[in-house]
Nanobody
Framework: QVQLVESGGGLVQAGGSLRLSCAAS????????MGWFRQAPGKEREFVAA????????TYANSVKGRFTISRDNAKNTLFLQMNSLKSDDTAVYYC?????????????????WGQGTQVTVSS
């Protein structure tokens, strides 16, 4: 299995940027499709972005398309989420997750491994 630890969250003003990181350990990081999800208070955990095993293909939720960029460094076993033009609606706990699927997946139940989450708060 793989262990995941997120970092990089914090408080930022609307319009600002943050870069989240997710450090992986355990099994070979490049075996996994990786994703970011988020959960706001009182809401379901929702898909944000996903990236395939070698980083060639990505997909995004419509709400973040054009503002967020997912990337990975397989040599450093790290996943990233660059978040620009942040809005108050982006306030949530952000989770990275790993899936053993061969193709990009966007649903929670396709991801077997999860980090503990990092809080992102956007003030308006």
């Amino acid at each position: 299995q793989v262990q995941l630890v997120e970092s990089g969250g914090g408080l930022v003003q609307a319009g600002g940027s943050l870069r989240l990181s997710c450090a992986a350990s355990g099994r070979t990081f490049s075996w996994y499709v990786m994703g970011w999800f988020r959960q706001a208070p009182g809401k379901e955990r929702e898909f944000v972005a996903a990236i395939d095993r070698n980083g060639d293909s990505t997909t995004y939720a419509n709400s973040v398309k054009g503002r967020f960029t997912i990337s990975r460094d397989n040599a450093k076993n790290t996943l990233f989420l660059q978040m620009n033009s942040l809005k108050s609606d982006d306030t949530a706990v952000y989770y990275c997750a790993a899936s053993g699927r061969l193709s990009l997946v966007t649903t929670r139940n396709e991801y077997a491994y999860w980090g503990q989450g990092t809080q992102v708060t956007v003030s308006s």
